[in-house]
C-alpha cells in the first residue's frame, strides 16, 4: 500500500484496515501505524487458494466428484488436506503473529467453490487418493467403487453425515491450530473468518456440505466472524445485505460484514451503496467493512459518503 493510499484511508476515519498478509513486514507495519492515526491493522491471509500453490504442490489440486474444473477466471482452488500447503499456511501466519498486527483474517478457509456471482460455480471435492484415504481412516472402512462417479454416490448416499464432518474438521482444524499460534504468541491478536454468506438450507446445505463452514464449531475458535455480504457480486436486491446481517446473529459471535464498492455484475449507484453500508452496519453487526479501498477512490462520491458514515459512527 502506497502512502497516498494509507493517508486516502486514514482521510476516512476507519478505526481498522485489511491488508494482505503478503504485502506486509515489519517495517510495513510500523509505517502503517504511523500514518494512520490509531487504525487498527488487519492482515488478511489466503488459506486453501492459488495457482502458487498447485504449482509448488502439483497433488494439491481437487479432485471434483463429476470432473469439472477447480478453477474458473481468477479463482483456484486447493484441497483442504495436502500437508505441504497447510504446513506452508501456518509458517505464513505464525509469521504475522510477530509482526505486530492487530487482527487475523483467514481468508478462502474453506472446500473449493466460486460463490461470488448469481449463479454459483459450485463443486464437489475433494476426491484425490489422499482425501479418500484419510476419510477411509476417519469412518474405519474401506471404500469399493468402479470409478469416480460411483464413489461421490457411495458417500453421498451411504456416508453422508460422516462426510460432512470429515470435511468440516479439515477446515475447523487449520483454524483450531491458528488459534494455537495465536494464543501461544502472547500478544493480543484478534482471530477474524471470512464466512460465505449461504444460508444453512442453500444449496443443498451446501455451507457444510460443500464448502465445510461450519459455524458452530467455528465460533468457538475465531473472535470475529466477517460474511462477505457482496450483494451484486450474488446477484442479489440491497435489501439481502440486512437478511443477512440479521441471518448471523445466530452464530452467537461478533461478526463485521463486508460490503462491495465495485460495479461488477451490474451498477451500484451512490444511494445503492449508502443502503449497503447502512444494512451492513445495522444492529447486531459490529460495523462494516468496505471492499475495496482503490475501487472507493476512483469514485469520489462513494469515497464522500464512507468518509462521512464513518466521522458519524
Request: glycine residues 6%.
Amino acid at each position: 500500500m502506497t502512502r497516498e493510499s494509507l493517508e486516502a484511508a486514514r482521510d476516512l476515519n476507519p478505526t481498522s484496515v485489511f491488508v494482505g498478509a503478503s504485502t506486509l513486514d515489519a517495517a510495513t507495519v510500523t509505517n502503517m501505524r504511523k500514518v494512520l492515526d490509531g487504525a487498527e491493522i488487519y492482515a488478511e491471509v489466503g488459506i486453501f487458494v492459488g495457482q502458487a500453490l498447485i504449482d509448488k504442490y502439483p497433488d494439491a489440486k481437487p479432485v471434483e466428484a463429476f470432473g469439472k474444473a477447480t478453477a474458473k477466471d481468477w479463482y483456484v482452488g486447493v484441497c483442504p488436506t495436502h500437508p505441504g500447503v497447510r504446513k506452508d499456511v501456518l509458517e505464513k501466519i505464525k509469521s504475522l503473529t510477530k509482526l505486530g498486527v492487530d487482527g487475523i483474517w483467514l481468508d478462502f478457509i474453506r472446500y473449493p467453490s466460486k460463490w461470488e456471482e448469481p449463479r454459483p460455480y459450485i463443486l464437489d471435492t475433494c476426491y484425490c487418493p489422499r482425501c479418500m484415504s484419510l476419510f477411509e481412516e476417519f469412518i474405519g472402512e474401506k471404500l469399493v467403487a468402479a470409478n469416480l462417479e460411483e464413489l461421490a454416490l457411495l458417500i453421498d448416499g451411504s456416508y453422508y453425515h460422516e462426510w460432512l464432518q470429515f470435511k468440516a474438521g479439515q477446515i475447523t482444524s487449520l483454524v483450531k491450530e491458528t488459534r494455537k499460534l495465536i494464543d501461544e504468541s502472547g500478544k493480543k491478536i484478534t482471530l477474524g473468518l471470512f464466512a460465505v454468506p449461504w444460508r444453512e438450507n442453500e444449496y443443498g446445505a451446501g455451507i457444510k456440505r460443500i464448502v465445510a463452514q461450519d459455524f458452530g464449531a467455528l465460533a468457538e475458535l475465531v473472535d470475529v466472524f466477517s460474511p462477505m455480504l457482496y450483494h451484486k457480486m450474488c446477484g442479489k436486491d440491497v435489501a439481502w445485505i440486512k437478511e443477512m446481517v440479521a441471518y448471523f446473529w445466530h452464530v452467537n459471535k461478533p461478526f463485521l460484514p463486508l460490503i462491495q464498492t465495485e460495479s461488477r455484475v451490474a451498477e451500484i449507484t451512490a444511494h445503492e451503496f449508502e443502503q449497503a453500508l447502512c444494512n451492513a452496519s445495522a444492529s447486531p453487526s459490529m460495523g462494516v467493512c468496505v471492499f475495496f479501498l482503490e475501487d472507493l477512490l476512483k469514485q469520489p462520491e462513494k469515497s464522500n459518503i464512507v468518509k462521512d458514515y464513518f466521522a458519524k459512527n
